[in-house]
């Protein structure tokens, strides 16, 4: 299991960046403990349980949701399990580091640590940048680390009545090489938090779960694209996104979307409105329909009844 545990409380001193800006905060900041393992374990890939060989930070696809604050200090430590057989590695979009050195590969049996600050708010999305990467991603080593804003939630940034991660990634048949991946070639379908059709009992037979909300609620969806190749033409049928903040920065909001393009290794925030006056349901779809038809649609059931508990209280990736 991953830890995440604040160690201290420190503040954040004004400091030239990478960048030549200057970061100045009084909000007190933290050192927080990420503690991940990598392992090539089996895993169900879609809701009828077929399952494949994936490599996996702690075991899940996606790997967990780190979740820090802006200004906070990641003390991170990856550990290659030793009964792996690929070297392996941990690339943060969240970080201003050194490609050679924080994010190097390391062999199975061997850990590092490194360290960097959350200088920017967001949603960012972690992957394995070992070789070869179209491998080591598409067989499911990404995650989201989301950095909240220092200043907390505003009137642009209002606070969400719940909110869900939903991570898509590539399923390439069994089998599939690394160079074949690369090109696209043997493409099976588009995971939604490690299945297709996760969470679409509309499409799907086996499917058992499905994200809820109550009318009338703003719902917040994290939405990470960790397809290799493709991006995702991100559209709530059914709906209209109220806001959409690429890479989660609450500075850099879009009203009134119908659809919203994410690239490759990119993570966006979007809000979802529901009228507050009658039930209704989306379906949350990479528009493209090579992938939505191939497993890239999920449901969201809109009613009174909505189980209270899905998407609050950091319940965030629905399993
Ligand atoms: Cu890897």
Redesign the pocket.
Known sequence: MSKFNRVASVFSIPAMGAFGMLYASAVPAEVVNVDMV?KEVELAVDNAGNTQKM?TYDGTVPGPVVRVKQGDVVNFRLKNDKDNK????MDFHAAIVDVLDEFS?IKPGDSKKFQFEARYPGAFVYH???SSMAE?IS?G?YGLILVDPKDGFTEEFPRPDREYVIVQGDLFKEGTSAEDRKWGKDWQGALINGKMFHYDPVHDENATLALESRPGERVRFHYVNAQINDPVALHPIAGIWDRVYDNGNPKNISYGIQTFNIPPAHAITVDLVSPPDRPTNNAIVDHAMKRALNGAITVLLNNEDADPKKGRDGNLVIR
């Open positions: 990598v490599w690929q070297s392996h590695s590969e394995c940048g070992a080591h067989r080593m």
